[in-house]
């Protein structure tokens, strides 16, 4: 093939902030064949303009390094987005037990006697909700008698009416399952329609599915979204093989829009660390578009059901310290024979308990397989509970920290409640886990509950001020450098990227995100309302606002 000797697109006039360590700002910047070719001053980039280059003024805009999420449930939630009854208080009026009721029933009321209504709310929403608890099985049985209701608060918790309960075989019989909890009533001893972490399942498995066609819809849906907010790569977390094989149908249709780095979830999922490992996948494989990004797995449940693994029980509710979804002996084969085998590992930890169960499990595997490049990482580590003996085993091992700021800004008030001042003096202790040397990038764990949207999570980085209104821990604020090194710089290191990724400069991707201000130039707080204009995904526009 004949090289092209113009650039497809050039932009100039802008601000374009290549966020690479010298600190470079270029007025102009010319791509070819999905890579940065040229980057300078307008008038020199504009003289390599061919007859065919595209050629934009960007008026003075901003560009900066398309923005990367670095976790996801993209392909799990984008569907649910679609096609769910919206119960979420972030989005609806939803702000009382009673308003969730009138949705399902009008909802029900459109559908024939029988068929499942699903739905769902938002994490902790209990805790805002006028009535400061969750709608039950009465609740629900009362307002949609004839139909089978499941509704999820958040990834944790899902209720569901006494149709739904005996679907799925749940009567006051029915044992807890390893790793799950179905909450009952103190006096009768009957299930209250509450079921936590794997005894979700039990009703899951028996309410309907989105079909495969619905899933891949849900895809696009989802990745638009994040286009509009000027992500280019998102790392989303896969709990079967249908995901993938949407999104490889999808490239292959054209239809992928942005990257995506997939990690394939190996506990409690329907994929195996076995096959992957019998497959010879390692971390990397695939391309700039679709790449197995390593392993996933949770071994506690979720702060927003109240089932992370703390030391010490909740705030709230004494009894209750969390609930462990892999042991320790499962936990340190599966990382050992992953690691072996070159999948990186992404292991969810909340508590501190899981912290620690997580820490110890990578020393294991490290001490019986050194190696440095493993980039293995603690997802939500850093959100609270950064001991300084913790902090120093993460740098010793060089793990990479994943905290989701956006977790504190959403529901940081309600977490305050359960987990009280103490634990969360320190939360997202940013500031010290970089002076400390904490190798650290952002992820949402949207959408879902709220959307992928990093602007919004670098924004709370820097201000600290959170959605209910108040600061949260505001000497832990961290620059706006350093906040855009989360979603940028860092998390290309984060998906083994960093040769490509991440910054704008001649040889790298050109992926890039033109924004209407400039966030290094406003106060921090309002970064999270910068309209993105346009997001340019291998050198072409993908998105125009
Ligand atoms: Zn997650």
Redesign the pocket.
């Known amino acids: 093939m004949q090289e092209k000797l113009y650039p497809d697109l050039i932009l100039y006039n802008g601000t374009i902030r290549s966020l690479s360590p010298s600190g470079a700002i270029h007025n102009a910047i010319a791509c070819t064949g999905g890579r940065i070719v040229a980057a300078g001053k307008s008038d020199e980039t504009r003289r390599l303009a061919g007859p065919d280059t595209q050629s934009i003024d960007l008026r003075d805009r901003t560009a900066v390094p398309g923005l990367t999420d670095a ?1 996801v ?1 993209l392909a799990e939630k984008g569907t649910a987005e679609m096609e769910l009854v919206d119960c979420r208080d972030f989005y609806t009026d939803a702000h009382a037990v009673a308003e969730i009721l009138e949705r399902l029933q009008r909802e029900a009321a459109a559908l024939p006697k029988g068929t499942w209504v699903v739905a769902h709310g938002s994490p902790m929403q209990d805790f805002r909700l006028k009535d400061k608890r969750f709608p039950d099985k009465k609740d629900l049985d009362r307002a949609v008698p004839d139909h089978p209701v499941s509704i999820s608060f958040g990834a944790h918790v899902t209720v569901g009416n006494s149709k739904a309960l005996a679907l799925a075989g749940i009567t006051r019989d029915t044992a807890d399952p390893a790793g799950g909890a179905i909450r009952r009533d103190p006096q009768s001893g009957e299930p209250t329609g509450e079921l936590h972490e794997r005894a979700q399942l039990i009703l899951k498995k028996v309410a309907p599915e989105f079909n495969y066609l619905q899933l891949k819809e849900g895809i696009v849906f989802a990745l638009n979204q994040c286009l509009e907010r000027g992500v280019t790569t998102v790392h989303d ?1 896969v709990r079967s093989g249908e995901p993938v094989r949407a999104y490889q149908e999808l490239k292959r249709e054209g239809k992928l829009r942005a990257r995506v780095s997939l990690l394939p979830r190996v506990i409690e999922s329907q994929i195996g660390s076995k096959s992957l490992i019998e497959l010879g996948l390692i971390t990397g494989f695939g391309d700039e578009w679709l790449r197995i990004g390593g392993v996933k797995m949770s071994i506690d449940g979720g702060i927003t059901g109240k089932n992370a693994c703390f030391y010490e029980p909740y705030d709230d509710d004494p009894h209750n310290h969390g609930i462990i979804r892999i042991q320790q002996d499962e936990l340190d084969e599966t990382i050992l024979n992953c690691h072996k085998a070159g999948l990186r590992c992404c292991v ?1 930890a909340i508590g501190d308990r899981a912290f620690d169960m997580a820490l110890d499990a990578y020393e294991n595997a490290l001490s019986k397989s050194p190696g440095k490049n493993h980039r293995h990482r603690i ?1 939500h580590m850093g959100n609270w509970l950064s001991t300084p003996e913790r902090i120093q085993r993460l740098v010793r091992m060089g793990i990479i920290a994943i905290p989701n700021i956006s977790l504190g800004y959403f529901v940081g008030d309600a977490i305050l409640d359960c987990l009280g001042e103490k634990r969360m003096a320190k939360s997202f202790p940013f500031k010290t886990l970089l002076k400390n040397g904490v190798i650290m990038a952002g992820g949402s ?1 949207a959408p879902g509950y709220y959307p992928v949207d990093p602007l919004r999570d670098i924004s709370a980085c820097v201000s600290r001020k959170m959605r209910w209104g108040d600061l949260l821990v505001p000497e832990e604020r961290i620059s706006v450098e350093q906040a855009f090194a989360m979603h940028t710089t860092t998390a290309a290191y984060a998906g083994f990227e960093e040769e490509y990724k991440g910054t704008l400069e001649v040889g790298k991707l050109a992926d890039i995100a033109v924004l209407a201000e400039d966030p290094f130039e406003i106060p921090g707080e309002r970064i999270k309302d910068i309209k993105v204009e346009m997001t340019i995904v291998g050198g072409e526009i993908k998105y125009e606002a």
Request: hydrophobic fraction near 15%; glycine fraction near 0%.
């Open positions: 976790h449930h977390i969810h997802e764990d």
